[in-house]
């Protein structure tokens, strides 16, 4: 069963701190995978998205890393801001019939000041 | 550009009552989807469209549930009769058609704002 496992659930990290969130798949056959921002209240927004050639990708002061071999792939905030508060989903594709999406939980990220 | 148009952002209605809910892509997009997300299942794709032709309905919870698009720029969301185990948020995304002829999962998704739906 594909299934997308993100970690940890939740963090609270002061502002320009770094922070780094995990994502663990067993989506097969792979396909790419994406980061999405979602603001409390808001449709989320595409951050990067990574095909399985690519192993690192950045988007602003977010740079996404994916290991293929391992099926893991992270999202790192550098200098957090007050403006990064918001739940990160990391959604994988399956190269089959349909593509099918799999999403994960999300992780819930408060910047304090 | 005004991106993904969704209405009514927000929808109180009682158990049994037929709920629309309505979206409009981004012009040029050939891809619309349908999800719902709930704090205990997350964000779940319902339905995708490509060129007003429903692709993959797989993710419908049930035949209360259905979707259409009669054109381009307009498809909607139906349920009848609701429940209240239907309130969620609801979002429609929309993508390009991938110009290397791709499959549509490398194309970026843009969302709406959603739909909160309440059913009592």
């Known amino acids: 069963k594909n299934q997308v496992e993100q970690s940890p659930q939740s963090l609270i990290i002061l502002e320009g701190k770094n922070c780094t969130l995990q994502?663990?798949?067993?989506?097969?056959?792979?396909?790419?995978l994406r980061w999405y921002k979602q603001d409390t209240g808001r449709g989320p927004v595409s951050l990067t998205i990574?095909?399985?050639?690519?192993n690192t990708k950045s988007n602003g002061r977010y740079t996404a890393t994916l290991d293929a071999d391992t099926k893991q792939s992270s999202l790192h905030i550098t200098a957090s801001q007050l403006s990064d508060s918001a739940s990160y989903i990391c959604v994988v594709s399956a190269r089959a019939a349909g593509n099918k999406l799999t999403f994960g939980g999300g992780t819930r990220v408060l910047v304090k000041p | 550009d005004a991106g993904v148009i969704q209405s009514p952002r927000h929808e109180v209605t009682e158990m049994g009552q037929e709920v629309t809910l309505r979206c409009k892509p981004i012009?040029?997009?050939?891809?619309l989807f349908w999800y719902r997300q709930t704090m205990m299942r997350g964000l779940e794709l319902l339905i995708y469209?490509?060129?007003?032709?429903?692709?993959?309905d797989s993710g419908m919870p049930e035949d209360r549930f259905s979707a259409k698009m009669p054109n381009a720029s307009f498809s909607t969301l139906k349920i009848q009769p609701s429940e209240p185990r239907d309130s969620a948020v609801y979002f429609c995304a929309s993508s390009l058609v991938p110009g290397t002829g791709g499959h549509p999962s490398t194309d970026t998704q843009y969302f709406g704002p959603g739909t909160r739906l309440t059913v009592l």
């Open positions: 994502c663990n798949y067993t989506v097969s056959p792979f396909s790419n």
């Open positions: 012009s040029g997009h050939d891809y």
């Open positions: 990574m095909t399985f050639s690519e």
């Open positions: 469209f490509n060129n007003n032709v429903p692709i993959d």
